[in-house]
């Protein structure tokens, strides 16, 4: 099958906003008390972020060099990160409702920044009009089977229990185990038991969609339509392998692609998964497994290994690596796809779902910037998460989600400099947005790799180790010398000359070298 990726995506810079907590506008009437900005965030408590605040703020992204934008989900919700849905068809009042969208999408493509909205579709929010409808007249409604419900609740009238108190259905307590049931269950076998109804991992709060349903799957197409045809430029779709059904994503491909051609589809699987890029389904995938090959590589012994073992993907796939094992992770990874779908994936190292970079880096901002070098210097769309670029910390969920500190005296702005200037050298660079690569070698805590398209040739050196290496690189067919391209805290200029294509370069504790083939 053909692969066929949105040419923007290759050009694109992405920053990831949890609405909520980036930024409030004075323009958008909040109906009551919210949580303090500043204090530490909890599960529950809403800061007041909205869409007209992040309207107000992009020429500060523009500025350091995003030209797309990732929103976590907007809909109405009655949930901070509004992944429980009460109806894919409003923007959360909250937020600024529609009208507030309309005037960031003008804005922001004004500017050449494209948004990308959260898709969420595997499950819904108790408020979501057809399961409350459901849950008002019960097997007489015509929306019964848009959820999994326990038929016998329905044809006997037996009550749902969307909102558990002490005990579950038929006497089975909550808190202990349904016989022959392992909670929680992916599934939703366990809240079918106890609640009525399969929850997404057996929260009562997310009951699970029946997508195997014809008139569900049809007003799913249709929110994705109506959103493309509104103006935004793609979805990231929250956990997609949750509706493992093939025909269901080639249906929503489908259908996006013939409002919008150039939509960008990506979805939030954590592992390889070359079946669903095969060019029937999405474009790219969240790129956790770079990212954590890059947290490993750039923390080494810095890393925080107590924060990473209380995260559920991190635990296993986050450990020190040195130059010679990241250099063999990133042969892997830049082979697991098409080369037209490596360009567009999604790379992060940070995001809602995980601890902050910074924080898995052991608070190193030297890691942080040569993680962030990397995200700007290798194939496929970086993507920052707002607030790594000025050093915000934070543990696991509810932490990594604290509210962005618009006071300057608060940012880290040596660590602010360089990812702009590295941002920026990505966009000036096409080589680093359109080139291949090659790894050029490898030792100790250092490596070496080449992005190269037709006659531009950069090598981006990396030492994520604690003494100087002089690391050989071979370029074969080479001639000439590498001149350093300068970044904020290494602007002294050097050059290493090419002697039968190879070239020694001189690469200090814990830095980063960008340089041209001159």
Known sequence: MTVDTPAWARDAIFYEVFPDRFAASARVRK????????????????????????????????????????????????????YHTYDYLAVDPLLGGDAALRELLDAAHGRGIR???????????????????????????????WF????????????????????????????EPVPGVTSPTRDGSASLARLGYRAWWDLAALPKLNTDDLDVREHLFEVAEHWLRFGIDGWRLDVPEEIDDEGFWQEFRRR???VRPDAYLVGEIWGLAPDWLAGDRFDALMNYPLGEAILSFAGGSRLDLEVIRNHHEYRAHVAPLDGPAFAARLETLLGAYDPAIVSVQLNLIGSHDAPRALTVLGGDSAALRLAILLLATLPGAPCIYYGDEIGLTGGNDPDCRRAFPWAESAWDRDLHAFVRTALRVRRAETVLRRGTTAILGAAGGALAFERRLDGSRLVVGINAGDELVRLPVRMPGATGRLATIPLPGDEMASEHPLDDGVATLELGPRTGRLLRLA
């Open 115 to 145: 948004i990308v909205l959260d898709g969420v579709f595997n499950h819904t929010g108790r408020g979501f009009w057809a399961f409350h409808h459901v849950l008002e007249v019960g097997g007489a409604s015509p929306y019964r089977n």
């Open 31 to 82: 109906p009551g008390p919210l949580e303090p900005w500043d204090a530490p965030p909890t599960p529950y408590g809403f800061k007041g972020g909205d869409l007209i605040g992040l309207t107000e703020r992009l020429p500060y992204l523009e500025d350091l060099g995003i030209n797309a934008i990732y929103l976590t989900p907007i809909f109405s919700s009655a949930s901070n990160h509004r």
């Open 148 to 175: 999994h419900f326990d038929r016998r609740v329905l044809d006997e009238g037996a009550p749902i229990i969307a909102y558990p108190a002490a005990d579950g259905r038929d006497g089975v307590p909550l808190g």
């Open 256 to 258: 996006c692609r013939a």
